[in-house]
């Protein structure tokens, strides 16, 4: 079975400052890697993936992700955070290999971000 | 329009009621997914599904019904309604490999 635990519920930064989020995973199979995001009141938008091939995943809004596959982490970071950032974050793993793929996405339990001016 | 349409937005409705959410697609894909999420809990799976005949519980299925009306239409019952059911409900669509594509959510209240 796999899964996601995000460090911190709530994670609190200045604006400019680094964003750090934290995600790790357990899985049994090289697994797909997935950062969601979702403002308040909208559904879930796909920051970027990790699937094959280069480990550091760059995505959409200036966010990248490095897979580390002996600390089996995918943390997020972004170098300067903007007011803008302010949303719920949530990892995600597949496992690809379990039953032809595809049992859907376990997701850990989020993370708020606050952006402080 | 969206990618993937849920209706309705917002419900709210009594205990014991039976309640059906609607999801539809025009991504083409086979695969799609019920989710639920709760403040602090993250998503979980309620039900998947590969193909028209091919529907799968996920981790907490208990309390809930899907059927699979064609390759855009996924829909999610609630036989008898109950207040922890209270919750944000998320349709998605994948090809199993580039991602998933989600739905705008139906919040939904039972009281």
């Known amino acids: 079975a796999q899964s996601v635990t995000q460090l911190g519920s709530h994670v609190s930064v200045s604006e400019g400052a680094l964003v750090l989020l934290r995600c790790n995973y357990s899985s049994s199979v090289p697994p797909y890697l997935f950062w969601y995001v979702q403002y308040p009141n909208q559904g879930l938008q796909l920051l970027l993936k990790y699937t094959t091939g280069a480990t550091l995943v760059k995505g959409i809004n200036g966010f990248e992700a490095e897979f580390k596959k002996s600390e089996t982490s995918f943390h997020l970071t972004k170098p300067s955070a903007h007011m803008s950032d302010a949303a719920e974050y949530f990892c995600?793993?597949?496992?690809?290999?379990?039953?032809?793929?595809?049992?859907?996405?376990?997701f850990g339990k989020g993370t708020h971000l606050i952006i402080q001016p | 329009d969206a990618d993937v349409t849920q209706t309705p937005r917002n419900r709210i409705t009594k205990t014991g009621k039976r309640i059906m959410l609607e999801c539809s697609q025009t991504?083409?894909?086979?695969?799609m997914y019920w989710y639920r999420q709760d403040p602090g809990l993250g998503l979980r799976l309620i039900y998947y599904?590969?193909?028209?005949?091919?529907?799968n519980k996920g981790e907490i299925s208990d309390g809930y019904s899907v059927s699979r009306q064609a390759q855009a239409k996924f829909s999610l019952s609630l036989e008898s309604a109950i207040p922890n059911q209270t919750a944000l409900y998320f349709c998605?669509?994948?090809?199993?490999?580039?991602?998933?594509?989600f739905g705008s959510g139906t919040r939904l209240t039972v009281v």
């Open positions: 995600a793993v597949s496992d690809m290999y379990s039953g032809g793929g595809a049992d859907g996405l376990t």
């Open positions: 991504k083409g894909h086979d695969r």
């Open positions: 599904s590969f193909d028209v005949k091919d529907i």
């Open positions: 998605a669509t994948s090809t199993g490999i580039y991602g998933y594509t």
